[in-house]
């Protein structure tokens, strides 16, 4: 049996996936109540913060059809309130009629994800490579690249619940120099090489922003430093006063979700090699393996000098579980003879 394939984003963002340990975590709220039942009204705003919460960490791992998948559940509510790990009430102020604090709802990630599998709820906590943002536009016979005077780069962008991280060009005579208009709207490589590598950034999402007649044409398209393409993601038209930023930002972290899903209607197995030097590397590998979310178990079946074999039963396909281990720093192949090797990578 052959056991991988390895599709385009697997292939694609191999080597430059971001580990995030905030993807489950929540903030604190600050909360004041003047004149009212200070019991009553903690209780009520101590709700309202346990919704906010788990509603951010939904809307961070969940696509758009599967949040609506799960918002379609009966009984939401009483399961929502069995993942709350704890709460955390920080610079109390309390007295005859008033009640400040900072507080803070933390979720159980592990009862998070068994409740997800339970409802068939597929979601990604893969966090994205960085990309770099490039834009041009057309707009009145004046065209506009890495400049001041684009309209694109003259947005605050400020993104919460988003898998997918960005930076921006400094849009100085340099970047002009690397890679002027005509070169990125003509897709040219080697401009795209070069401004990749100065950034050190392997992706590049390129937007071309055309204004007319009333209407934005918004091409989204993707370069990669490793496959010296570029690839045509989607193209939107926007009415002229849409805050189109916004919605082109929610496309794209949705698009990276849907493409990095675990989906825990599917359960698949596979043996392999765990190759380490001492028993420390050997617990380090299996400790990284157990800490995706995917794993359903990592089982010891035979034990050698330098050479363990495991049994990896997992939530998703393999294409997952390679991107999964790659992104924790573990190399996995498929050898001549078919057979799975994890090892730490190099």
Same mark, same amino acid.
């Given at each position: 049996?052959? %056991?991988?394939?390895?599709?385009?984003?697997? %292939?694609?963002?191999?080597?430059?996936?971001?580990?995030?340990?905030?993807?489950?975590?929540?903030?604190?709220?600050?909360?004041?109540?003047?004149?009212?039942?200070?019991s009553?009204?903690k209780?009520?705003?101590?709700?309202?913060?346990?919704?906010?919460s788990?509603?951010?960490i939904?809307?961070k791992?969940?696509?758009?059809?599967?949040?609506n998948?799960?918002?379609?559940?009966d009984?939401?509510?009483? $399961?929502?309130?069995y993942?709350?790990?704890?709460?955390?009430?920080?610079?109390? =102020?309390? $007295?005859?009629?008033?009640?400040?604090?900072?507080?803070?709802?933390?979720?159980?990630?592990d009862?998070?994800? &068994?409740?997800?599998?339970?409802?068939?709820? #597929? %979601?990604?906590?893969?966090?994205s490579?960085?990309? !770099?943002?490039?834009?041009?536009?057309?707009?009145a016979?004046?065209?506009?690249?890495?400049?001041?005077?684009?309209?694109f780069y003259?947005?605050? /962008?400020?993104?919460?619940?988003?898998?997918?991280? =960005?930076?921006?060009?400094?849009? $100085?005579?340099?970047?002009?120099?690397?890679?002027?208009?005509?070169?990125?709207?003509?897709?040219?490589?080697?401009?795209?090489?070069?401004?990749?590598?100065? %950034?050190?950034?392997?992706?590049?999402?390129l937007?071309?922003?055309?204004?007319?007649?009333? /209407?934005?044409?918004?091409?989204?398209?993707?370069?990669?430093?490793?496959?010296?393409?570029?690839?045509?993601?989607q193209?939107? *038209?926007?009415?002229?006063h849409? &805050?189109y930023?916004?919605?082109?930002?929610?496309?794209?972290?949705?698009?990276?979700k849907?493409? &990095?899903?675990?989906?825990?209607?599917?359960?698949?197995?596979?043996?392999?090699?765990?190759?380490?030097?001492?028993?420390?590397?050997?617990y380090?590998?299996? !400790?990284?393996?157990?800490?995706?979310?995917q794993?359903k178990s #990592?089982?010891? &079946?035979?034990?050698?000098?330098? *050479?363990?074999?495991?049994?990896?039963?997992?939530?998703?396909?393999?294409?997952?579980?390679?991107?999964?281990? $790659?992104?924790?720093? !573990?190399?996995? *192949?498929?050898?001549?003879s078919?057979?799975?090797?994890?090892?730490?990578?190099?």
């Amino acid at each position: 049996m052959k %056991y991988f394939f390895i599709s385009f984003f697997l %292939y694609f963002f191999y080597s430059s996936v971001i580990i995030s340990n905030d993807i489950y975590g929540t903030s604190f709220h600050r909360i004041e109540i003047t004149n009212e039942n200070i019991s009553d009204a903690k209780v009520r705003e101590i709700n309202k913060i346990k919704i906010i919460s788990i509603e951010n960490i939904f809307d961070k791992v969940l696509t758009k059809s599967e949040k609506n998948k799960l918002n379609k559940l009966d009984n939401l509510g009483q $399961s929502l309130e069995y993942l709350i790990k704890n709460i955390i009430i920080e610079n109390e =102020f309390i $007295s005859t009629d008033i009640y400040k604090a900072d507080i803070k709802i933390n979720y159980d990630k592990d009862k998070i994800i &068994n409740f997800f599998r339970s409802k068939k709820i #597929n %979601y990604s906590d893969i966090q994205s490579p960085i990309f !770099l943002i490039v834009a041009t536009e057309e707009k009145a016979l004046t065209y506009n690249g890495l400049s001041f005077n684009n309209s694109f780069y003259n947005y605050d /962008i400020i993104i919460e619940n988003n898998l997918v991280q =960005f930076i921006f060009p400094d849009l $100085s005579a340099n970047d002009r120099f690397i890679s002027p208009y005509n070169k990125i709207v003509n897709m040219d490589l080697a401009s795209l090489i070069k401004l990749s590598n100065k %950034y050190q950034s392997n992706h590049i999402f390129l937007i071309y922003l055309k204004h007319q007649d009333n /209407i934005i044409f918004l091409d989204l398209n993707l370069f990669s430093l490793k496959e010296k393409n570029i690839t045509s993601i989607q193209k939107f *038209k926007f009415p002229i006063h849409t &805050n189109y930023h916004l919605k082109l930002y929610e496309f794209i972290n949705n698009w990276w979700k849907m493409n &990095n899903l675990i989906d825990n209607s599917e359960i698949n197995q596979i043996m392999c090699e765990i190759q380490n030097e001492n028993i420390e590397e050997l617990y380090l590998i299996n !400790l990284k393996i157990n800490s995706l979310s995917q794993i359903k178990s #990592n089982i010891v &079946n035979e034990i050698k000098f330098q *050479k363990n074999n495991n049994t990896i039963i997992f939530y998703g396909n393999y294409k997952m579980l390679f991107y999964g281990l $790659s992104r924790i720093n !573990l190399d996995i *192949k498929i050898n001549k003879s078919d057979q799975c090797i994890i090892k730490l990578a190099s």
